[in-house]
């Protein structure tokens, strides 16, 4: 009953470095996404997948990219990491479909110093 | 634009009693799904209740309904029996026709009291 795995659970960058955030799912979802989560705001959608083989450019893209490795596997990098970047980042996946929910990881605490 | 408004930061409720948490959307678009999600002190993110544009019934799970008051643009949570387990944030999320994003309010506190 994994559901959605994020690995690390907690990082702590120096501004500059880079780093990639992992995610897999095991619900055979088409659909993957990667949320950043910010006190005060929600969540806010960085990038997405909506099948594999293709990702767009969700609400605040910038300073990020990202890789569809396969079905299961959603990769989040950072390229040169600022403070401004420091967030919890949330990985979830879905069906395709309106009134499907998407399905969330633990989370990521990340730290850019 | 904010696309959905949760205007109560925190409240608080006794033990056993309901509570309602207020949700407002905006959007032009016709077909829309409105989600609530569950978010413990532990961090992870828990679905609740789904209600869609369309239906014609107000969405229930268990002690969750959604009050789905398509005309106000509204979609209020209500936790009925609340319980200790239930002190946590609750966030409302839309998303609108075909796109893929869920739109996040800044969510609420809900504390339990014994």
Known sequence: NAGVTQTPKFQVLKTGQSMTLQCAQDMNHNSMYWYRQDPGMGLRLIYYS?????????????????????????????????????????????????????????????SIL | AQKITQTQPGMFVQEKEAVTLDCTYDTSDPSYGLFWYKQPSSGE???????????????????????????RKSANLVISASQLGDSAMYFCAMREGLDYKLSFGAGTTVTVRA
């Open chain 1, 50 to 110: 909506a099948s594999e083989g293709t990702t767009d450019k969700g609400e605040v893209p910038n300073g990020y990219n990202v890789s569809r490795l396969n079905k299961r596997e959603f990769s989040l990098r950072l390229e040169s990491a600022a403070p401004s970047q420091t967030s919890v980042y949330f990985c979830a996946s879905s069906e395709v479909g309106s009134n499907q929910p998407q399905h969330f990881g633990d989370g990521t605490r990340l």
């Open chain 2, 45 to 71: 993110m828990i679905f609740l209740i789904y209600q869609g544009s369309y239906d014609q019934q107000n969405a229930t799970e268990g002690r969750y309904s959604l009050n789905f008051q398509k005309a």
